[in-house]
């Protein structure tokens, strides 16, 4: 079980939208920042987004960050087939034992 | 260019003892938190620990805190994640990965160590 939770799939056709959600609490990411993980098959994850909604250099304006209280958003518009990947949210957690946590994942699967 | 590389895969049996590495290139190794992320087999990504090796200040997950241990050298820019005896459980993909700040985000990673143990 998580301490982020994120859908475990979503989908949709070439050149739409998808968000993928992941919620919280309080102590993570009501406090603090989040960032968003792309990991295509067989890979190492790739940095997305960072502090809730700034892109690494060379990470496409497709993808966006948003946060509000205790859940967070990632954006996709105009998907593409090589958007196909898994994705995870990540924040620190300040409780008694801080320490980092991850969302569950969402498949994205390109119809 | 800032990289991580991290040691080759690893096949062992239960019980035995491991230290896999990830050494850091092209920025200074002591000014950034190392964190190390397991993925079992199938499944998602789990935060184990973090260290800064400037001082070596490390923090652990509670799930990992006792199972492992994070260390670092900084005079070959160098971190470590250790086992005294692995269980078949262990068996997973191991990925390091540098952040600026506890709530940074993961900017470099590793390309991941894969630990393999036999029952």
């Known amino acids: 079980q998580s301490v982020l939770t994120q859908p475990p799939s979503v989908s949709a056709a070439p050149g739409q939208k998808v968000t993928i959600s992941c919620s919280g609490s309080i102590s993570n990411i009501g406090t603090n920042y989040v960032s968003w993980y792309q990991q295509l098959p067989g890979t190492a994850p790739k940095l997305l987004i960072y502090?809730?909604?700034k892109r690494p250099s060379g990470i496409p304006d497709r993808f966006s960050g948003s946060k509000s209280g205790t859940s967070a958003t990632l954006g996709i518009t105009g998907l593409q087939t090589g958007d196909e990947a898994d994705y995870y949210c990540?924040?620190?957690?300040?409780?008694?034992?801080?320490?980092?946590?991850f969302g569950g994942g969402t498949r994205v699967t390109v119809l | 260019e800032e990289q991580l590389v991290q040691s080759a895969a690893e096949v062992k049996k239960a019980g035995e003892s491991l230290k896999i590495s990830c050494k850091g290139s092209?920025?200074?190794?002591?000014?950034?938190?190392i964190a190390w992320v397991r993925q079992m087999p199938g499944k998602g990504l789990e935060w184990m620990g973090i260290?800064?090796?400037?001082?070596?200040?490390?923090r652990y997950s509670p799930s990992f805190q006792g199972q492992v241990t994070i260390s670092a050298d900084k005079s070959i820019s160098t971190a470590f994640l250790e086992w005294s005896s692995l269980k078949a459980s262990d068996t997973a993909m191991y990925y390091c990965?540098?952040?600026?700040?506890?709530?940074?985000?993961?900017?470099?990673w590793g390309q991941g160590t894969t630990v393999i143990v036999s029952s």
């Open positions: 260290i800064y090796p400037g001082d070596s200040d490390t």
């Open positions: 990965a540098r952040q600026t700040s506890w709530d940074d985000g993961l900017h470099v």
């Open positions: 092209g920025y200074d190794f002591t000014s950034y938190w």
């Open positions: 990540g924040t620190w957690d300040s409780r008694l034992n801080p320490g980092g946590v």
């Open positions: 502090d809730d909604n």
